[in-house]
C-alpha cells in the first residue's frame, strides 16, 4: 500500500543528543518536505527536497539538517537537541500534481 | 518548546449546522488550491482541490469556492459533525511551485 511514514511517532530526549527523525514514502514522489508545528499553531516549511541530492531550506529558520540519498528516504537530522526544538515534525511527499501527502507526524519533546 | 507563529482563529457551530471557513491568499498567479483536515495528534489529511479554472467544486459533503477577483477561498461543509471537529488549512500553489499554507482555522462543533 503506497503511504508517508514516520519514526518514532513520540522521541522524549535530553539536551544535546543527536536525534534523526525518519520519513520514509513508498509512492514514488521526487518531491518531499518536512514541516514544524507547534500544538494548535501554523504549519512552517522547514527543509524541502524535488529529487535525490537536492535538498533547500525553507521558509522558517531551523537548525536542522535533511539528506536525499534515496528517493523514497528523508531524514531530519538535529546534532544537537535543545528545549526549543521542542515541536511536532511533519514529512510530505508530493508527486506530478502539487497536492502534499503528509506523514503522522512526529512528536519531539527536548528535555 | 517556544511557539512560533499565531494562535488559528476558531469557528464554533453547533452539529447540524452548514460550517464556511474562509481563506485569503496571497498570489494572484496561484492556479491551484487545496484544502487539509487536521485533526489532534495527526497530519494534515486531503480534502478537496481547485484549479484556477474553476469557480466552485463538489465533494461529499464539503463544497470549495474559488473567487480570483478577491483571492478568496472558502470550504463549506453541509451538516457539520462532532468528527468533523479540527483544524482546516488552505493552501496554494503556482504551476509546480510548493504548496503554501495558510494559518489555519480551527472548527469546533458542539452537539
Known sequence: ?111 | GESVGLHLPTLSVQEGDNSIINCAYSNSASDYFIWYKQESGKGPQFIIDIRSNMDKRQGQRVTVLLNKTVKHLSLQIAATQPGDSAVYFCAESRGFQKLVFGTGTRLLVSP
Open chain 1, 1 to 111: 500500500e503506497a503511504d508517508i511514514y514516520q519514526t518514532p511517532r513520540y522521541l522524549v530526549i535530553g539536551t544535546g543528543k543527536k536525534i534523526t527523525l525518519e520519513c520514509s514514502q513508498t509512492m514514488g514522489h521526487d518531491k518531499m518536505y518536512w514541516y514544524q508545528q507547534d500544538p494548535g499553531m501554523e504549519l512552517h516549511l522547514i527543509h524541502y527536497s524535488y529529487g535525490v541530492n537536492s535538498t533547500e531550506k525553507g521558509d522558517l529558520s531551523s537548525e536542522s539538517t535533511v539528506s536525499r540519498i534515496r528517493t523514497e528516504h528523508f531524514p531530519l537530522t538535529l546534532e544537537s537537541a535543545r528545549p526549543s526544538h521542542t515541536s511536532q515534525y511533519l514529512c510530505a511527499s508530493s508527486g506530478t500534481y502539487n497536492e502534499q501527502f503528509f506523514g503522522p507526524g512526529t512528536r519531539l519533546t527536548v528535555l
